[in-house]
């Protein structure tokens, strides 16, 4: 049998879906793969989205028309704005996800999106013809043909479920594993390798004694991930907070010797930024009092998730360890937690389009490319569907620059840099953070949307005013002039009374002063009458100013590495001083400009002299 599409995705967890449903929305006649129907959107961790480096991902994702961010604004359990005492440029926003209900909605989006089909099933191996995949063969020997195929596996490559002394074929929550796609790859020329994740035990919410925890809420008024979000009554269910005891410390270091990490049954990296309480007990001794938070899984269940009790320990030990917690001294455990290791594939074999080197028309996205983490994985699904229509259109790829957003500081850093565990996007893994901020997400990426025609008309219209309107409020303000009277320093006094102004400044330095904000600037001048979006960008440009000034000259010169092109043959064995690692890196990395050289692992700032200094002779030679 034979059915042909344009686009395969195979899997359908937050990578798939965000590449399927561009791919349909983008015209292309779209096949979505997964094991189990059921499972579309599986939240297998935790009931969170967002949080930081994270959040600024969701938000790129809805301003590029995807559709994880409006999704989580709608199907929550509660919203909560985070670093907001950091001041208005460090705020961000975490989801507690009500993960019934994201599931669910997300599979009825899934099936009634136009040009896309929904098929339970797996894919064990690929068609290809020239180094190039012309479709896909599934378990029950069906061809289906496509002109490109996106896989978005996750964890399932040769999955193997981890609890205590039992180690068995599995994906994640005892799902089957894909025991035949990766050894095919291989066979394709594909090098894999391997990692492991984990994640903490569930308990019924009625064996919690609740009355002895703090309750932690979210917002009233949060700020949404997406711009297509409405306003609306947030009924927010807490979190509860409790913590570790010394008791628990005690119990696990006597329980250690159980420890598949310690037994070497676990043997594999696991994600360094979300360490077990096995890593915590063996590497924080002292420590007795790690956050525990305790989180709803959805408001159709009783089911907790224990945030923070990350561990594959046996049952008899999880049970143990959890009742030494406050609030916690009669937990019922509805699951234990466990360990998966999985096969991936190390990305230093995609180009930034997120398609691979080795085989052309094959995209790959999310936990298969090494990353950890459900925004993580959406982003890379959403670019690989855009990309995989604009490759089969003839069209040149997205690819969104390390100064233009996480999305491409996430995606550079797996390409360019290899990390010995699952990669999390975080803060400081970008340069330009004051740039990359979650507030304004629709000045960094409009063209990029615009570009890929996902977000409606309407919607960017909008934002293009915004645009607008804070570029003339801004010239406007430094136009106007405030002077150190009287009258002025009275004002100031209401205000702060510690607060005093001894020089004329315009209304826009004025305006920085921490004092002060858009709405009470009028009492000193008359002020426009702006949306709460551009109001904001108003207020944090004059706050930070001098700051964002600073950075726009870092990133002005690193464009200037960007802007220095390297040819797709460019031989680097010929180079005499390059160093044998930097030859190697950069002859399979194949970078298309100086500035992607320079994050190359291994090459270092006299190999890209050298690079400069031989680019430059070659230019002024033709």
Avoid at 8 to 37: D, M, N, P, Q
Avoid at 82 to 89: D, F, I, P, S
Avoid at 356 to 381: C, D, H, M, P, R
Wanted: charged share 25%; proline share 4%; hydrophobic share 35%.
């Amino acid at each position: 049998m034979q059915q042909n599409y344009d686009v395969i995705v195979v899997g359908a967890g937050h990578a798939g879906i965000e590449a399927a449903l561009a791919s349909a929305r983008l015209g292309k006649k779209t096949a979505l793969f997964t094991i189990y129907l059921d499972n579309i959107a599986m939240m297998s961790c935790n009931p969170a989205v967002g949080g930081p480096g994270k959040s600024h991902i969701v938000s790129e994702i809805g301003m590029l028309g995807g559709q994880m961010a409006v999704h989580i604004d709608k199907y929550n359990l509660q919203l909560k704005d985070l670093n907001h005492t950091k001041g208005l440029a460090a705020k961000i926003t975490r989801a507690q996800a009500d993960k019934y209900w994201y599931r669910i909605k997300m599979r009825e989006i899934v099936e009634k999106q136009e040009n896309l089909d929904v098929i339970q099933g797996m894919i064990e191996d690929l068609v290809v013809e020239d180094k190039k995949v012309i479709g896909v063969i599934d378990n029950l020997g069906i061809n289906y043909g496509a002109k490109s195929v996106i896989l978005c596996t996750g964890t399932f490559l040769n999955g193997e479920y981890i609890i205590g002394d039992v180690k068995y074929s599995s994906g994640r929550q005892g799902e089957k594993a894909s025991n035949s796609l990766p050894d095919n790859l291989v066979k394709l020329g594909i090098q894999m390798d391997r990692y492991q994740t984990a994640t903490p035990p569930r308990i019924d919410k009625k064996s919690i004694n609740i009355e002895n925890l703090q309750e932690l809420y979210g917002e009233e008024k949060p700020r949404y991930f997406s711009y297509m979000s409405k306003e609306k009554p947030e009924n927010s269910l807490p979190t509860w907070l409790t913590f570790t005891t010394s008791e628990t410390i005690k119990v696990g270091q006597e329980l250690l010797k159980y420890s598949p990490i310690v037994t070497g049954i676990v043997s594999t990296k696991g994600p360094r930024h979300c360490p077990s309480l096995d890593r915590k007990i063996m590497n924080f001794p002292d420590k007795t009092d790690h956050q525990i938070f305790l989180e709803q899984e959805s408001i159709e269940s009783d089911e907790i998730y224990v945030n923070g009790f990350t561990t594959a320990m046996p049952p008899f030990a999880q049970e143990k360890l959890i009742r030494t917690i406050k609030g916690l001294e009669n937990a019922k455990i509805l699951r234990y937690g466990y360990a998966i290791e999985y096969d991936f594939i190390p990305a230093y074999q995609l180009k930034f389009s997120l398609e691979s080197k080795v085989i052309s028309n094959l995209f790959q996205a999310g936990t298969i490319n090494g990353t950890s983490g459900y925004e993580e994985a959406a982003a890379q699904g959403f670019i690989a569907g855009v990309n995989a229509v604009r490759k089969i259109d003839g069209l040149d790829p997205i690819i969104i620059s390390r100064d233009e957003g996480y999305i491409g500081v996430l995606i550079d850093d797996i390409i360019n840099k290899q990390t010995p565990e699952p990669y999390r996007v975080l803060p400081s893994r970008a340069e330009y953070r004051l740039t990359l901020r979650q507030d304004n997400v629709f000045i960094r990426l409009i063209e990029k949307s615009k570009k890929i025609g996902l977000l409606s008309k309407e919607k960017i219209e909008e934002l293009e005013g915004y645009i607008v309107d804070i570029s003339k409020e801004i010239e406007r303000l430094k136009e106007i002039k405030i002077y150190p009277s009287k009258e002025t320093n009275e004002k100031l006094k209401q205000i702060d009374e510690s607060s005093s102004m001894t020089g004329v400044m315009n209304a826009f330095e004025f305006l920085g002063r921490k004092e002060i904000n858009y709405d009470n600037l009028s009492l000193f001048i008359t002020t426009s009458n702006l949306a709460d979006i551009p109001k904001e960008q108003v207020e944090i440009e004059a706050k930070y100013r001098i700051f964002i000034e600073r950075e726009k000259n870092q990133i002005e010169k690193f464009k200037k590495l960007e802007n220095i092109e390297i040819p797709h043959d460019f031989n680097y064995e010929n180079i005499k001083g390059l160093s044998n690692i930097a030859i190697s890196g950069l002859s399979y990395t194949r970078p298309t400009n100086i500035g992607q050289a320079t994050r190359i692992s291994g090459v270092t700032y006299n190999d890209i002299a050298i690079l400069i200094a031989i680019l430059k002779k070659e230019d002024m030679n033709v």
